[in-house]
């Protein structure tokens, strides 16, 4: 019995794990612009620099803005709501849409965008050391 309750409490967390993962993946964020939504980032470090992963599903690359300046990278834009969608009655909304803003700290160290690519609903950054 004492086997079963450790497997169960081992799931629950596990469970718990997820849902809390799940509510972070796109937190919402209030700036001097109004609220936004935050799409989660990834950064590698390479021998020549930086590669910021940006996850952006259904964004399209003309809404995406980008800036860097003093060491945090900007990614800022817009999600539209698909035209099919925006006469439809909602059941279920967990996807945002609208408006996004993802500050990045950088680690220290001088960088200049190299080179950006969206593909995959994700966009690559490359940030090249100076």
């Known amino acids: 019995m004492r086997y079963r309750s450790w ?3 081992e799931a629950v967390q596990v469970v718990e794990r997820a849902e809390r993962l799940h ?31 940006v996850a952006l599903p259904g964004v399209p690359p003309e809404q995406i803005q980008i800036d860097l300046e ?8 817009i999600r539209p709501l698909p035209a099919l969608l925006r ?17 990045i700290e950088l680690p220290p160290g001088v960088y200049e ?11 690559a950054i490359s940030l090249r050391k100076g």
């Not at 609220?35 to 620099?49: K, N």
């Not at 439809?88 to 500050?103: K, M, S, V």
């Open 87 to 103: 006469a439809a009655t909602i059941q279920r909304l967990e996807i945002p849409h609208g408006r996004f803003e993802r500050l």
């Open 23 to 53: 509510r972070q993946f796109f937190q919402c964020t209030v700036s001097g612009r109004g609220p936004a939504w935050e799409p989660p980032v990834d950064i590698f470090e390479t021998d020549i620099g930086l590669i910021v992963l």
């Open 70 to 77: 003093g060491g945090v990278l900007r990614v800022t834009g």
């Open 7 to 9: 497997m169960w409490a």
């Open 113 to 123: 965008t190299d080179r950006q690519e969206l593909a995959n609903g994700c966009l």
